[in-house]
């Protein structure tokens, strides 16, 4: 039995998933106290909401990378 390999980009795809995931977390976190009625959170929170955006760059640079490997292979 053969174990798949990685391919070219998927570590990116991974890390920017993740990225992406923390940045979704972070937003909620930040827009919960609106809904609730408390106070704000500091402004260092609501820059961390940019993370969302960094993260899918961060995996539509590990695709592009992938399909570039895959179409220089044929």
């Known amino acids: 039995m053969s174990t798949p390999t990685s391919g070219a980009g998927d570590r990116l ?3 920017g998933a ?3 995931v923390l ?3 972070s937003t909620l976190a930040t827009m919960a106290p609106l809904f609730l009625g408390t ?3 500091p402004s260092v929170f609501w820059s ?3 993370l969302m955006g960094v993260g ?3 995996a539509a640079a590990g695709v592009v990378r992938s ?3 895959g179409s220089a292979r044929r």
């Open 67 to 69: 399909a570039r490997a």
């Open 23 to 25: 940045g979704a977390l």
């Open 56 to 58: 899918f760059l961060i």
């Open 48 to 50: 961390l909401c940019m």
């Open 18 to 20: 993740i990225v992406f």
């Open 13 to 15: 795809v991974r890390i």
């Open 39 to 41: 106070d704000p959170l």
